[in-house]
T-cell receptor, first 116, second 113 residues
Framework: DGGITQSPKYLFRKEGQNVTLSCEQN?????MYWYRQDPGQGLRLIYY???????QKGDIAEGYSVSREKKESFPLTVTSAQKNPTAFYLC???????????????FGDGTRLSIL | KNQVEQSPQSLIILEGKNCTLQ??????????LRWYKQDTGRGPVSLTI?????NTKSNGRYTATLDADTKQSSLHITASQLSDSASYIC????????????FGGGTRLMVKP
C-alpha cells in the first residue's frame, strides 16, 4: 500500500534539545510538506520541498530545519530555538508542487510533540 | 490576506440525521477548494476537490457545493453514521505564482447514537 509514514507517533522534548521527526513516502511524489496543527487553528506551513535537494520556507519556518536528500524522505528538525514546539506535526506529499486541479495532498498520521 | 472561515466550530448530531458544514473564503484568485476529513489523532484524508467550474461534487454520503461568486462552499453529510465523527477541514488554493493552500480551522462533528 502506498502512503506516508511518520514516526514517532509521540515525542517528548527537553529544554535545549533538538528533535527530529521522520517522514517517508512511497508514492513517488516530487513535492513534500510539513505542517503544524494547533487546536482550533488551521494547518500552518513550516517548510515545503518541490524536488530532491530543494526546500523552501513556509509561513512559520523559524526554529525548524529540514533536508531533502532522498525523494522519499523529508525529515523535520525542531530546534531549541523553537520556543513553543508543542503541537501536532503533519507531513504531506503531492505529485508535483503546487498540487494542481484534481490532485489531493496525501497526509501522514502525524507526530504529537510535547515539552517535558 | 487569504482567509478561510469555517462554521460551526463544532456540531453534535444524532446518528441518521443530515448536517451541513460551511466554508467561506477570501482567497483570490481562486484555483480550487478541497474538503478533508480528519479523524482524531490521524492525518486528513481528501473527500472532494472542486475547481472553479464545478458547483457540486459527491463522494458517497458527502456532497460538496461551491458558489464561486459568493465565495462559499458547503459540505452536506447525509444519513450520518458514528464513523462520521471527525474534524472536517476546508482548504482553498490560490491560482497565483505561489499557489499556496489556505486551511480553515475545521468543524468538529460528533455523531451520537
Amino acid at each position: 500500500d502506498g502512503g506516508i509514514t511518520q514516526s514517532p507517533k509521540y515525542l517528548f522534548r527537553k529544554e535545549g534539545q533538538n528533535v527530529t521527526l521522520s517522514c517517508e513516502q512511497n508514492l513517488n511524489h516530487d513535492a513534500m510538506y510539513w505542517y503544524r496543527q494547533d487546536p482550533g487553528q488551521g494547518l500552518r506551513l513550516i517548510y515545503y520541498s518541490q524536488i530532491v535537494n530543494d526546500f523552501q520556507k513556509g509561513d512559520i519556518a523559524e526554529g525548524y530545519s529540514v533536508s531533502r536528500e532522498k525523494k522519499e524522505s523529508f525529515p523535520l528538525t525542531v530546534t531549541s530555538a523553537q520556543k513553543n514546539p508543542t503541537a501536532f506535526y503533519l507531513c504531506a506529499s503531492s505529485i508535483v508542487y503546487p498540487p494542481r486541479g484534481g490532485q489531493p495532498q496525501h497526509f501522514g498520521d502525524g507526530t504529537r510533540l510535547s515539552i517535558l | 490576506k487569504n482567509q478561510v472561515e469555517q462554521s460551526p466550530q463544532s456540531l453534535i448530531i444524532l446518528e441518521g440525521k443530515n448536517c451541513t458544514l460551511q466554508c467561506n473564503y477570501t482567497v483570490s484568485p481562486f484555483s480550487n477548494l478541497r474538503w478533508y476529513k480528519q479523524d482524531t489523532g490521524r492525518g486528513p484524508v481528501s473527500l472532494t476537490i472542486m475547481t472553479f467550474s464545478e458547483n457540486t461534487k459527491s463522494n458517497g454520503r458527502y456532497t460538496a457545493t461551491l458558489d464561486a461568486d459568493t465565495k462559499q462552499s458547503s459540505l452536506h453529510i447525509t444519513a450520518s453514521q458514528l464513523s462520521d465523527s471527525a474534524s472536517y477541514i476546508c482548504v482553498v488554493s490560490a491560482n497565483n505564482a505561489g499557489n499556496m493552500l489556505t486551511f480553515g480551522g475545521g468543524t468538529r462533528l460528533m455523531v451520537k447514537p
